[in-house]
Structures are given as C-alpha cells and as structure tokens.
C-alpha cells in the first residue's frame, strides 16, 4: 500500500540533544512537507520541499533542519536550539504541477516528542 | 497572508444531532478549501475539498458549500455518529502556487459525540 511513514510514534529528547524526526513516502511525490502541531494551534510549517536536494524555510524554521537527499526521504532534526520541542510533528507529501490535485496533501500518522 | 478561522471548540453532540463547524477565511484570489479530520493519535485525512465558488464538497454524509461572497466554507452533516468524534480542520490552499502548494489550517475543532 502507498502512503507515508513516520517513525518512530515516540521520542524522547535530553537537553542539548538533536534527534531526527524520519519521514518516507512511496506516493512518487515530488513534494514533502513538515507541520508542528500544539494543541489550540493548528499546524504550522516548519520546512517543505519541492524537488530533491531543494527546500524552503516556513513560518517556525528556528530550531530545526531537514535535509532531501532522496525523492522518497525527508528528515527533520530538532537542535538544542529549539527551546521548546515538545510538540506533534506531521510530515505530509503532495504532487507537484499543474492541476487540482497538487493542493492534496498526504499525512503520516506523526511522532510525538517529548523533553525529558 | 492568508489565514483561516473556525470556530472554538469543543463541540459535544448527542448521536443523530445536526452539526456544523464554522470556517471562515482571508486570501488573495481564489484558494481552493478543504476539510481534514483528525482521529485520536493519528495523521490528518483529507474529508472533503472545494476549488471555486459555490462548489459543494461532500463525503461520508459531511458536506461544505465554498462561499466567495461570505469568503465561508462551513462544515455540515445531518446526523452524527460517534465514531465522527475527532478534530477537523479547515484549510486553504493558494491558487498563486505554481507547484507544489502550502496549506494554511485552521485552529482545529474537537468534535465529540455521545452515544
């Protein structure tokens, strides 16, 4: 079946850890994105990709870095920097071009982080 | 910017009770709009979508009519179960995308219905 798969469902973090957030997609999207929910907040774009080895900056980028070295890959890593991670993250994954189709986004089913 | 606005939550229904969530949103042009819910734990799942005026989206007996002139595209269904207990999100896309697009969501809102 195609989807998206986040991994792992929990995570923990240590003051002045970075951890890696995992997301894969075997939809052939082109397109993957990172959303930050809190509750009351809705989601918010952290980073989003439209093109391997390609992405962008959204509205909460400090604190985190991805990287798009495979089409099928998009990891987001929360730095110590981020002072206040403990949040759901949702990565999701859409088509690119023209077309009604390409405003369809796909989401994983989340990682939960949390601080100890 | 864009943005979108829903009503607050929580909202507590009886089974078989009429529902409706409230979004309303801000865009430059036309965005398209959709509803996606949120079932304990999980990702989010696209419900229903609308791309131009007076488009109505529809699924699983929930319906949205997207509204230019009230700039609304609010959230309906007839009889709810229990098992539409979850959060729902109302969102927009914009048209000013050429490739791949960056939705904005609502706050979200609990839904939850008693048997």
């Known amino acids: 079946d195609g989807g998206i798969t986040q991994s792992p469902k929990y995570l923990f973090r240590k003051e002045g850890q970075n951890v890696t957030l995992s997301c894969e997609q075997n939809?052939?999207?082109?397109?993957m994105y990172w959303y930050r929910q809190d509750p009351g907040q809705g989601l918010r774009l952290i980073y989003y990709?439209?093109?391997?080895?390609?992405?962008q900056k959204g509205d909460i980028a400090e604190g985190y870095s991805v990287s798009r070295e495979k089409k099928e890959s998009f990891p987001l890593t929360v730095t110590s920097a981020q002072k206040n991670p403990t949040a759901f993250y949702l990565c999701?994954?859409?088509?690119?071009?023209?077309?009604?189709?390409?405003?369809?986004?796909?989401f994983g089913a989340g990682t939960r982080l949390s601080v100890l | 910017g864009d943005s979108v606005t829903q009503m607050e939550g929580p909202v507590t229904l009886s089974e078989e009770a009429f529902l409706t969530i409230n979004c309303t949103y801000t865009?430059?042009?036309?965005?398209?709009l959709f509803w996606y819910v949120q079932y304990p734990g999980e990702g989010l799942q696209l419900l229903l979508k609308?791309?131009?005026?007076?488009d109505k989206g529809s699924n699983k007996g929930f319906e949205a009519t997207y509204r230019k002139e009230t700039t609304s595209f609010h959230l309906e269904k007839g009889s709810v179960q229990v098992s539409d207990s979850a959060v729902y999100f109302c969102?927009?896309?914009?048209?000013?995308?050429?490739?791949?697009?960056?939705?904005?969501f609502g706050e979200g809102t609990q839904l939850t219905v008693n048997p």
């Open positions: 609308a791309t131009k005026a007076d």
């Open positions: 990709s439209q093109i391997v080895n390609d992405f």
């Open positions: 969102a927009l896309s914009d048209p000013a995308e050429t490739s791949g697009s960056r939705l904005t």
């Open positions: 999701a994954s859409s088509i690119v071009g023209r077309g009604q189709a390409k405003n369809i986004q796909y």
């Open positions: 865009a430059t042009g036309y965005p398209s």
């Open positions: 939809l052939n999207h082109d397109a």
